[in-house]
């Protein structure tokens, strides 16, 4: 079919082609055109269609019901989908096939925005051109698919992948930034020190620079949540209150609940709250044993990173291994290089290099580089540290996870020491026991499960040694035989070979002869 719709949001550059979220208009037919509503995903195969949000486009595909491939443990893309209003999918093999119809028909503020990121990060693509680059781009304005996949991967293993996304730890440092910025240029004028209290003054002013550049990065939830963390804390001091962080983290989920209902089902919103919660709980618990250095040594400090670095960790511990089978606590040794690296070095320096891109570009152009090289050593590093093996051996269910929320709330709201430790001490026992007793009841058995990838399948073997065996990859109904290739060769036919991408397959519509997984023992 022939379809026209508007682009309602900005478009995603990905590591292969493009998304696109259409409100859809009208679809064509022999003799005339058919009036619709909805949204649309479009997925582009190779290229990036040059589209902003408002501009009206037309291309010719085929519409999809959203299915999911019925895989054991998928995530539920058909459900993910319709929280954000998306009944239909579509597919364009190149960008060419998406053509402009008419520029700017609708959403200016979010063309003007979305325009303005576009142009930054094509200056930036191409005053560094390289894998740095493509790092730069996620890191200043939110565009993760210019970030090589292996690069990605390497982030994860490490447990450092928050760096790459636009978190509270880059909206606090530039809002510090820029308030001691403006801070030292004001110190030089009488009159405003003598006028004004220059502090309250100028966290005020720099509240709207921070929500500008949270729509600019695309207002993702780690954002969103940092943004008005800073707004209560802005707030609190204009009225000389008090700031209690376990109530500006609840007031900043709160306030993203109840624009977005659906972000409470988005994994990067629940790790992101859950990390914070981490260090704000854990962080001071974790630094009980060393409560004699003093606050201001150079030890203390170190021991006060780590701590919060284990904290973080530790509170998206279960979750992580929940969703992803996998558990790293190398982010101990990566944090503390990746993050003064990325963090005071790449962050600042390219902040600082945004401003230029439109006056003065030389000086963005040499900015830009300068931010390139402490990210040229993080990748080395992360590389090299993203060989040692990850810990495979938490498997958590929901009963794990109800546990180990629960143990969090009462270390939260529960002020006895002696009820903290009684709990901690219970809950420990009863996840202990879990794993023992009640999981794994296949174990020892010939376990064959045939999952449906589309027009393919696949065969995963359980042997009763724990051993694996994967055969026949499948294929896709995007793109031919591309997945079952990609899988195939992730995971060749052998023993002791496990695929983890398998619970995070490509989301794409499997093809109209999909089955569902079949599961044997």
């Known amino acids: 079919m022939t379809l026209e719709g508007v682009v309602d949001s900005r478009p995603e550059a990905r590591a292969a082609g493009s998304r696109l979220h259409l409100e859809a208009e009208r ?54 989908l319709a929280l954000k209003g998306i009944f239909a999918t579509a597919f364009a093999s190149r960008a060419d096939d998406v053509v402009l119809v008419m520029a700017n028909v ?3 503020l979010q063309r003007f925005i979305d325009q303005t990121a576009a142009g930054m990060g094509n200056f ?23 970030t ?14 928050h760096i790459l996304s636009i978190s509270g730890f880059h909206v606090g440092i530039i809002a510090l930034c820029v308030f001691h910025l403006l801070l030292g240029v004001c110190r030089n004028f009488q009159c405003l020190t003598l006028n004004f209290n220059l502090r309250k003054s100028l966290l005020i002013i720099t ?25 209560a804390l802005v707030f609190a001091l204009a009225v000389e209150r008090e700031v209690e962080p376990v109530n500006s983290l609840l007031l900043a989920a709160m306030v993203i609940l ?26 001071p618990i974790f630094m009980l044993p060393f409560a004699r250095f003093a606050s201001g040594t150079i030890a203390y400090k170190l021991l006060l990173f780590l701590m919060a ?61 300068a931010a390139a090289f402490p990210v040229k050593i993080a990748n080395s590093f992360v590389l ?29 709201f529960v002020s006895s020491r002696k009820f903290q430790i009684v709990f901690c001490i219970v809950t420990t026992v009863a996840i202990a026991g879990n794993a023992l007793f009640f999981k794994g009841p296949d174990k020892g058995l010939l376990q064959i499960t045939f999952f449906s990838l589309g027009q393919g399948e696949s065969t995963l073997i359980s042997f009763p040694g724990g051993k694996t065996m994967l055969i026949d990859g499948g294929g896709s109904a995007a793109r031919g035989n591309q997945r079952g290739r990609k899988i195939a060769g992730a995971c060749t036919v052998g023993t002791g070979c496990h695929d983890r991408r398998l619970h995070g397959v490509d989301p794409r519509p499997p093809g109209p002869y999909s089955r569902p997984s079949l599961h044997c023992r």
């Open 27 to 80: 679809l064509y037919r022999a003799g005339g055109y058919v009036p619709v509503t909805g949204r649309v995903l479009l997925y582009v195969g190779e290229g990036h269609p040059e589209v902003l949000a408002g501009d009206r486009v037309r291309v010719v595909s085929r519409l999809h019901r959203p299915r999911n491939y019925g895989l054991p443990g998928e995530f539920d893309f058909v459900r993910n």
């Open 106 to 108: 609708s959403h200016p």
């Open 124 to 146: 930036i693509g191409k005053a560094v051109p390289s894998v740095e680059g493509g790092i730069l781009r996620a890191l200043l304005i939110g565009e993760r698919g210019y």
């Open 148 to 161: 090589p996949p292996y690069i990605e991967t390497a982030y994860a293993n490490t447990g450092v992948n």
């Open 207 to 231: 509240l709207p620079l921070i929500i500008f550049y949270l729509l600019l990065s695309g207002t993702a939830p780690a954002t969103a949540r940092s943004v008005i963390m800073i707004a």
């Open 258 to 283: 109840a624009v977005t209902p659906g972000a409470l089902f988005d994994i990067s919103f629940q790790l992101s709250f859950v990390a914070l919660w981490g260090i704000i709980i854990l962080t």
């Open 309 to 369: 670095s284990l904290a973080a960790i530790t509170g998206t511990l279960f979750p992580v291994a929940f969703y992803f089978h996998r558990v790293s606590f190398t982010g101990l040794i990566s944090n503390l290089i990746v993050v003064p690296l990325m963090g005071y070095g790449a962050v600042v320096l390219g902040f600082m290099a945004l401003p230029f891109i439109f006056l003065f570009p030389f000086v963005a152009r040499l900015l830009l580089v």
């Open 384 to 412: 090299l540290v993203s060989n040692i093996p990850a810990l495979p051996l938490l498997n958590p269910d929901y009963f794990d996870l109800f546990l180990f929320y629960l143990l969090l709330l009462v270390l939260t």
